[in-house]
């Protein structure tokens, strides 16, 4: 606590005797404990554990000269390295590592090394482990690298295989034994036929390169017994990865490694951007995200080599089609390719700022579009900045929801309908749940580092509570409203992820057998298991919704990526609680363990399975919840209106209390860190820093 009698700083520096209240009523404070203001209006009088130091003009000036130098417009000076003029306790360094790395060795001479950034699911999976599991005596006192490892968790949580793209066994035998003797027309037409057929109905919308007619007379002449002089290599080529993608969704998913293998064998001289596009929607299926980068990345960058991303000039009606179906290639590739770097938290390749060509006709296509710019906001503005406070971090994610007003009309003119609509059956069900999933993710990664914070802050009150005994320092206590419902709409996004697919997974197998959906999913779950782990009050909350997404998980065809993330998940419940545990059913049990789940559908849940609570969640709630059947009545599926609802609720002026790391007893400041550095709970730390 600051006193009157505080002793002389160094020259430069001056000291704050403000308390929290009058700080935040921007009045002055007289020093006092109690101060006079907070002694006449009857408020507790809290003073900041950490005295803020402010610079004065000449110091702030040259701080920005020295941050603003080419060498230094990167990323911050590493933990290791010498800290700049002016930070405080220099012998002092917190790390808060969010972005991870993990090496395998795929054989002897051959060690592969991958990496993964703020935004995606193995970051979230990282926390979750280190919270868990990790001893916090044992955390090293060494300045730690902004990357954190994450091997173990990987290995514990049963994510190594997804987090480097390595095919199953069970995926390669079953390769093996269709490759061996498979003459030229390896496959019956009417298996090819029904493939094209899911293709077509699904993944096609997100890579509309050319009409569905084309596909279909495609695989016609294929099989034609005379063969077609004009076929070319490249289209049969994308009719294979076409044919290839949709037998993933059906009973033939065997077909698909298969194909691929044949496609990319035959292609190694002609891989152009509509075939690697096609190769990044294939291996996102098969839950090998890395391979899905690395593809998009090429693809990228041939489609920049080539113009894609400027018009070419229209000499005639001839090219007007041409010109057309280039615009259709790249703004596919611009949306996939966005999307995918914001799912594995990795930089994108293509910028909209470098791109001159009209947006696309499609209604569908452009309201992809249009999430990608909120995405990539998203990623500049709130994972790619350094904050000054949590506040302004704040006001940035309420304005990024703001762009999202305006999709709501972008999906009605592609679906006829909009968020709030119940899950549709067939073609248009699918189209609907792509839009949806993406939607809800992008606000839910946009108000996660919120939910990361307030996790960090309840770790931190705990402790606190603890020490008071031997007098632990005058922290803020209560949570301000406007975090909380920060925290909310992340929370609600994961739910009605939860609520969509599982609804969707009931009214339409299409939707169920789209196992990228498994990601989404996995996310949500995870994301609600965290909020369990700092708050064990929300299990009635969140326990329902968290097994639901398990239950309509097991439901999609064995295999990774869904057994790796019911693994996982498994094991977060058990560690946080051995009853949280989630039991399936005899009925649920059976269409888990079958070969071929396709025909089974989603059926009422016939026991409680372990209750936490003991009884206190209703056996019909749980069982509609776990079925897809009669879901909860959500909040209002539009987040504007959540996010209204928190303006009203908090007000948006200066009347805010504000937070920094100082308030929170935490020696390190918003102004030199990312978020890729902040982002992870390591408890030692909290303890150290208090």
Request: one cysteine or more; glycine letters at 8%.
């Amino acid at each position: 606590m600051a006193d009157s009698t505080s002793p002389v700083q160094p020259y430069g520096w001056r000291i704050s005797k403000a308390c929290q209240e009058c700080r935040k009523r921007k009045i002055k404070c007289d020093g006092s404990n109690p101060c006079k203001t907070c002694h006449l209006r009857n408020t507790p009088c809290i003073y900041r554990d950490i005295i803020r130091q402010r610079k004065k003009k000449h110091q702030t000036r040259h701080a920005e000269d020295v941050s603003t130098r080419p060498e230094d417009t990167g990323r911050q000076t590493s933990p290791g390295l010498p800290q700049p003029p002016g930070r405080r306790n220099e012998s002092v360094s917190y790390t808060f590592p969010s972005s991870v790395s993990a090496t395998h060795m795929a054989s002897p001479s051959c060690e592969v090394q991958l990496y993964y950034g703020a935004t995606s699911h193995f970051s979230m999976i990282n926390r979750l482990y280190q919270d868990l599991f990790s001893n916090p005596t044992a955390h090293s006192e060494e300045p730690q690298g902004e990357v954190e490892e994450a091997g173990a968790g990987l290995d514990l949580l049963s994510f190594r295989r997804i987090f480097f793209g390595i095919p199953s066994s069970v995926s390669d035998s079953g390769k093996s034994s269709l490759a061996v003797g498979s003459p030229v027309m390896f496959m019956s037409y009417d298996i090819a036929k029904t493939c094209l057929k899911r293709f077509l109905t699904t993944l096609y919308h997100l890579m509309p390169f050319q009409p569905k007619e084309n596909f279909e007379r495609q695989l016609e002449r294929m099989y034609c017994p005379v063969p077609d002089p004009s076929s070319e290599t490249s289209s049969t080529s994308m009719l294979l990865m076409a044919v290839a993608t949709g037998a993933l969704g059906t009973e033939h998913y065997g077909w698909g490694d298969v194909l691929f293998e044949r496609v990319k064998s035959s292609m190694a001289a002609l891989d152009d951007v509509v075939n690697l596009h096609t190769h990044a929607h294939f291996q996102s299926e098969q839950g090998r995200p890395n391979s899905t980068f690395l593809y998009l990345g090429t693809g990228a960058r041939k489609a920049i080599s080539a113009g894609l991303h400027r018009d070419a000039p229209n000499d005639g009606d001839g090219t007007a089609k041409g010109i057309q179906e280039r615009r259709t290639t790249f703004w596919c590739l611009y949306f996939y390719e966005t999307w995918t770097c914001f799912h594995l938290g990795r930089p994108s390749s293509l910028s909209l700022k470098d791109i001159g060509i009209a947006c696309p006709d499609d209604p569908f296509l452009l309201a992809l579009v249009h999430l990608s710019r909120v995405i990539s906001r998203s990623v500049d503005e709130i994972y790619g900045q350094r904050h000054e406070s949590l506040l302004q971090m704040w006001r940035i994610s309420r304005s990024i929801v703001d762009d999202l007003r305006s999709f709501e009309s972008e999906m009605q003119r592609a679906l006829g309908f909009g968020l709030d609509k119940c899950a549709q059956p067939g073609e248009l069900g699918v189209r609907q749940t792509i839009l949806v999933m993406i939607y809800h993710h992008a606000v839910l990664l946009t108000f996660r580092p919120f939910l990361i914070f307030r996790g960090r802050w309840r770790h931190d009150m705990k402790s606190s509570a603890r020490q008071s005994a031997s007098g632990g320092g005058n922290r803020p206590t209560e949570i301000p409203m406007w975090l909380n419902e920060a925290c909310n709409i992340a929370l609600n996004a994961a739910r009605r992820t939860i609520h969509h697919l599982c609804e969707a997974s009931s009214v339409n197998g299409f939707v169920r057998e789209l196992r990228y959906h498994g990601f989404f999913m996995g996310s949500a779950c995870f994301t609600l298991l965290y909020d369990l782990l700092h708050d064990e009050n929300n299990s009635l909350a969140h326990l329902p919704w968290v097994h639901a997404g398990i239950r309509c998980l097991s439901t999609m065809r064995p295999g990774d990526p869904i057994m790796s993330s019911i693994a996982g998940l498994q094991t977060v419940l058990k560690k946080i609680n051995p009853l949280y545990e989630w039991i399936p059913d005899e009925q649920a049990r059976n269409s888990y363990e079958v070969e071929n789940p396709f025909v089974a559908p989603m059926r009422p849940s016939t026991s409680n399975g372990h209750n936490p609570q003991g009884g206190h969640v209703p056996e019909a709630f749980t069982n509609d919840l776990l079925s897809g059947i009669n879901l909860p009545v959500l909040p209002n599926m539009q987040y504007q209106d959540d996010q209204q609802r928190a303006s009203a609720n908090v007000g948006g002026g200066e009347d805010l209390l504000d937070l920094t790391q100082a308030d929170m007893g935490w020696d390190f400041d918003f102004s030199t860190m990312d978020l890729e550095e902040f982002f992870s709970i390591y408890p030692s730390i909290g303890q150290n820093a208090s």
